[in-house]
């Protein structure tokens, strides 16, 4: 405890609150730490519920320095405000002390339904829920979570710190039906008859592909996939390329690592500092083995039936008209190979078209199903959020979207 006041009394309360405005969620930083600072514990959980619900994961898993932290003005001149320490403290202690989270009558009488226990429904589901919905959360997997349970590995966030926080959400009226697959157990249709409104937040698990020759071949994983299932090859004394510079690039890497792999290789065709992932969660990787080949790009994967080699190309970064950061352009007769055993893409993710088609409503060109301003889908009353409809692929911003989605989905309800 004296280190975590120690740390809010470095805080300068700043008045026009920048840490606030680099926070997805718009946590009121500077109040919470303010009740930190007075021992008020109970009072700081009560100022980040009124816009989070998820504390306890985003304060460890959250790109602060990107975010919050990046925008800290201790940072200026010396560290900035460890803010996601500050978090993590407030939130574990509430959960252990078992603090509620008050609720209202407001939208009392009203059932909703939530298609996926992720980041954004499970966020939803609790905001409906605090002002009196009736929520129902539909789950394809055992457990809720979402890719926080299923895709985060446990070094980085401990299932303890999730089904707490899940708990936490259940705890205030929030019914949970694990292993059911929208499709496949039940229709959307079926759904949209038993409930005042619907809010779908499968997420976008899909890995993204490079379009390169040779990604068809035996060995080639998606991260994203390997993350949630678990279905890993044996890397004992193999060789593994990872491809990619964000969070799910560093995930798999580390957890290949750890599995085995003789040499776990990064291959990210622009700059360390240009990488998406965290500063820490590189230093990390690099602590435990992972080498990383920046500015390198994959062109081409080899082999007969399976992996064998990956062809790589060096890149430069120029500076291009229309575009806000450099630009990695390949740089002629560079091309160089290297041996591999499996190859594993994390170079974004997408929704799963097969599953968005069945709910029959209307997409955008990339994929992702259309929303309005409102949130609401092609269909009354059916609103989505998260990264099926290509909201940042972060906890925060996903978490973000499904408590904006719960305001609108409020006022449908209320008619307004």
Known sequence: ?????????????????PCQKGCPLGNDIPSFIRQVKDGNLEE?????TETT???????????????????????????????????TYVFDNAIEQDFKIEKNNKLAGKKVAVIGGGPSGLTCA????????????????????GITMYGIPDFRLPREVIEKTVEKILDLGVEAKCNQELGKDYELDDITEKYDAVYLSFGANVSSKMNIPGEDLDGVFGGNELLEKGNHPDYTGKSVAVSGGGNVAMDSART?????????????????????????????????GVEFLFQNNIVK??????????????????????EKRLVPVNIENSNYTIDMDYVVMAVGSKADKELVAKTGLETTEYGNIKVDEKYMTSKKGVFAGGDLIGTKATVAWAARSGRNASEEIAKYLLGE
């Open 256 to 288: 290949i690592k750890r599995l085995g792999a003789k040499n776990v290789y990064v291959v990210y065709r622009r700059a360390r500092e240009q990488m998406p992932a965290e500063d820490y969660e590189v230093e990390e990787a690099m602590k435990e």
């Open 44 to 48: 700081a959980f009560k100022v980040l």
């Open 1 to 17: 405890m004296e280190n975590i006041i120690e740390e809010a009394n470095r805080c300068l309360n700043c008045k026009n609150k």
């Open 126 to 145: 609790a905001f409906l829920s605090i002002n009196g919905a009736k929520v129902t959360i539909y789950e394809k997997q055992p457990k809720l979570g």
């Open 53 to 87: 619900v998820l504390g306890a994961i985003c304060g460890r898993v959250c790109p602060h320095s990107k975010q919050c932290m990046g925008n800290c003005v201790r940072g200026i001149k010396s560290k900035p405000i460890n803010i996601g320490e500050l978090e």
């Open 301 to 322: 994967i080899l082999g007969n039936d399976k992996v064998e080699k990956i062809e790589c190309i060096k890149t430069e970064l120029v500076k291009k008209e229309g």
